[in-house]
Nanobody, 123 residues
């Protein structure tokens, strides 16, 4: 069974940084392309970032390019999202997703989701 558990969210001021983590159950992680999506007041679901199973290629939503970095450690079955220079519009519930279909336009989420971790950016 695929299980994903996010952590690392919190309340921060604009300009601050956070690192999200997604711990995955063993046995499948290195086989799947992985991604982060978020739900915000303006969007029910927005693609944030994705990474190939090998870690070689990554993709980003336009609103986070240059500020967020996705990475993975297949030995630890963990996905990360480093978020720098956070803005109030980054506020939302961030979800880890497995088996995402990555492409340059509108990546399609896979069937496996974590429970989400809340990120709030406010002064």
């Amino acid at each position: 069974q695929v299980q994903l558990v996010e952590s690392g969210g919190g309340l921060v001021q604009p300009g601050a940084s956070l690192r999200l983590s997604c711990a995955a159950s063993t046995g499948f992680f290195s086989s799947y392309d992985m991604g982060w999506f978020r739900r915000t007041p303006k969007s029910e679901r927005e693609f944030v970032a994705g990474i190939r199973r090998s870690g070689g290629n990554s993709y980003y939503g336009d609103s986070v390019k240059g500020r967020f970095t996705i990475s993975r450690d297949n030995a630890k079955n963990t996905l990360y999202l480093q978020m720098n220079n956070l803005k109030p519009e980054d506020t939302g519930l961030y979800y880890c997703n497995a088996d995402v279909y990555l492409r340059d336009y509108n990546p399609i989420p896979g069937p496996y989701w974590g429970q989400g971790t809340q990120v709030t950016v406010s002064s």
